[in-house]
C-alpha cells in the first residue's frame, strides 16, 4: 500500500528566503506526481505534475524534482513571499492506476 | 479558464439524512473522482468513474454512498443516511485521458463542506 509523507509538517520563515518541502513515497512504481496548494478551507490548486519519467518540472517561482528510485520528490520555493503562506500537498498515482494518494501536508507561513 | 464546479459550497443537515452533493467536471474531462478531507486529515480517495461507471472506490466508499452522472455534464455524490463522521469536506476531480500532449493532470473544484449534526 502506498504511504506519503511531508516532511516538515509546518514551515515558518521570513519573507525572501528559498525554501525545500520534502515529499516521500514507499512505492517507487508511480505514474506521475501532482503538487498541490490549499488555502484554509478551500480546494487544491495543481502547482506541478512531475510524470514518471521526468526529473523536475518548473513554473515561475516552484521547481519540482523527482527521484523515483529513492521513492523522493522536492519542491523548492524561490523567493518566498507572503502570498506563499498555504498547506503545501504532495500527491502520487501509481503505475497502472487510477487515484491519486495523498501526503499529509506541509502548512508553510512566510512571515513579512 | 476551465474549472471544476462543486455545489452547494456548504451544507449542514442532520443525522440519517439523505445528502446529494453536486459537480460540474471540466467539459472535455473523462474521469471524475470523489475526495473527502476530514478536519486536519489528511486528503482521502472515495471514487473513481469512468465510461459511466465505477471504475474504482475505496474501503470508505460503503454502501452508503453512491455516485451518478445524470446528464452530460453533472456528477453527484450521495450519502443516503448521513452519520457524524461524516462531517468532511468532499472534493469533485477530473482528469482527462492521459495521452501525447495530455499529462492526466488532476483539477479538483473548491469542495463542499459537509457539516452533520
Avoid at chain 1, 518541502?21 to 512531475?50: E, H, M, V
Avoid at chain 2, 469542495?111 to 449534526?117: A, E, Y
Wanted: charged letters at 20%; hydrophobic letters at 35%.
Amino acid at each position: 500500500k502506498q504511504e506519503v509523507t511531508q516532511i516538515p509538517a509546518a514551515l515558518s520563515v521570513p519573507e525572501g528566503e528559498n525554501l525545500v518541502l520534502n515529499c516521500s513515497f514507499t512505492d517507487s512504481a508511480i505514474y506521475n506526481l501532482q503538487w498541490f496548494r490549499q488555502d484554509p478551507g478551500k480546494g487544491l490548486t495543481s502547482l506541478l505534475l512531475i510524470q514518471s519519467s521526468q526529473r523536475e518540472q518548473t513554473s515561475g517561482r516552484l521547481n519540482a524534482s523527482l527521484d523515483k528510485s529513492s521513492g523522493r520528490s522536492t519542491l523548492y520555493i524561490a523567493a518566498s513571499q507572503p502570498g506563499d503562506s498555504a498547506t503545501y500537498l504532495c500527491a502520487v498515482r501509481k503505475e497502472y492506476g487510477n487515484k491519486l494518494v495523498f501526503g499529509a501536508g506541509t502548512i508553510l507561513r512566510v512571515k513579512s | 479558464e476551465p474549472e471544476v464546479t462543486q455545489t452547494p459550497s456548504h451544507q449542514v443537515t442532520q443525522m440519517g439524512q439523505e445528502v446529494i452533493l453536486r459537480c460540474v467536471p471540466i467539459s472535455n474531462h473523462l474521469y471524475f473522482y470523489w475526495y473527502r478531507q476530514i478536519l486536519g486529515q489528511k486528503v482521502e480517495f472515495l471514487v473513481s468513474f469512468y465510461n459511466n461507471e465505477i471504475s474504482e472506490k475505496s474501503e470508505i466508499f460503503d454502501d452508503q454512498f453512491s455516485v451518478e452522472r445524470p446528464d452530460g455534464s453533472n456528477f453527484t455524490l450521495k450519502i443516503r443516511s448521513t452519520k457524524l463522521e461524516d462531517s468532511a469536506m468532499y472534493f469533485c476531480a477530473s482528469r482527462t485521458v492521459a495521452r501525447q500532449g495530455n499529462t492526466g493532470e488532476l483539477f479538483f473544484g473548491e469542495g463542499s463542506r459537509l457539516t452533520v449534526l
